[in-house]
């Protein structure tokens, strides 16, 4: 099956240019934009549960997208939906969700072997992230409490923005000796604990793709590794692994207005998921 990039833009485009900014503090936003995940998981065949609880005093939900496997130990493929106020957030997160659809429309026709869950996250920006009701910590705290087995989470964290310039930054000093200087490549970053799905799917997008992936093992304090829903996982003692253009560390529109649909790049997006895609079956 191949990716359908008309489906990425029309995703991206509905996120960040008619729905625009999304969270709690602008009205209807949130509940638009879960709406608008839900109706695209049933089209690809999905059955859609809400896991909704209070924030603040308002109702906001994660949404989930199962498919079960001959194995149920689950993989789960994650995105958040929310952004900071003032953004659009194309690529944070719009084409994270956007890709973790078009995986889900994907897969509905596969043969997976592990129960894989799709979720779209609320609430994964300031001031909820870290805190209880961020909602990937919500979703993983479920998880732990039903004794759900969970071979790998796999996060996706901004996965729009490539360009062949020398910008590309790191976290930790001298990793621009061993790390390309052009921002052309996915980022497969995790903690030790994560370190062999880190491997694994590095060297599966390679494989899979034609896009390049470089990947970092650190400390779960290290160089923002953990400024993603895989942190909430690794919280509740899961594996878990970001799939990422690496954000403020080559996007300068993070966090701004100017995060929108014309600067990102359809075709290297599709190339990741094409690998991930590849990869996933293998898992």
Avoid at 48 to 65: D, E, H, M, P
Avoid at 79 to 89: K, L, W
Avoid at 159 to 172: A, M, S, T, V
Wanted: hydrophobic share 40%.
């Amino acid at each position: 099956m191949e990716i359908n990039i008309e489906n990425l833009y029309k995703h991206v485009e509905h996120l960040s240019v008619e729905i625009g900014d999304r969270h709690l503090w602008k009205e209807h936003s949130l509940s638009r934009t879960a709406d608008y995940i839900e109706s695209a998981f049933q089209v690809s065949g999905y059955a859609v549960q809400r896991q909704t609880y209070s924030c603040y005093g308002k109702g906001v939900s994660n949404l989930i997208a199962e498919k079960p496997g001959p194995d149920d130990r689950a993989v789960v493929i994650g995105a958040h939906y929310d952004t900071v106020p003032g953004t659009p957030g194309a690529d944070d997160n719009a084409s994270a969700v956007a890709g973790m659809l078009e995986l889900a429309r994907l897969h509905k026709g596969s043969l997976n072997k592990k129960h894989l869950i799709f979720v779209a996250f609320v609430n994964e920006e300031p001031p909820f992230f870290g805190f209880h009701n961020m909602g990937s910590m919500v979703y993983a705290q479920h998880l732990k409490d039903q004794k759900v087995q969970v071979e790998v989470m796999i996060s996706l964290e901004m996965i729009g923005y490539f360009c062949r310039e020398p910008i590309q930054q790191y976290p930790l000093p001298g990793m621009q000796f061993f790390y390309p200087k052009t921002a052309d490549f996915i980022g497969v970053v995790g903690d030790f604990h994560s370190s062999r799905y880190v491997s694994f799917l590095k060297k599966g997008i390679k494989k899979h793709s034609a896009m390049d992936a470089r990947s970092l093992i650190a400390p779960q304090y290290v160089g923002g590794i953990n400024l993603s829903d895989n942190s909430s996982f690794w919280h509740h003692g899961y594996r878990a692994v970001m799939i990422t253009d690496t954000s403020f560390f080559r996007n300068k529109n993070y966090h701004q207005e100017t995060d929108s649909i014309d600067t990102l790049n359809f075709d290297a997006m599709a190339e990741v998921l094409k690998g991930l895609y590849g990869t996933l079956l293998k898992i």
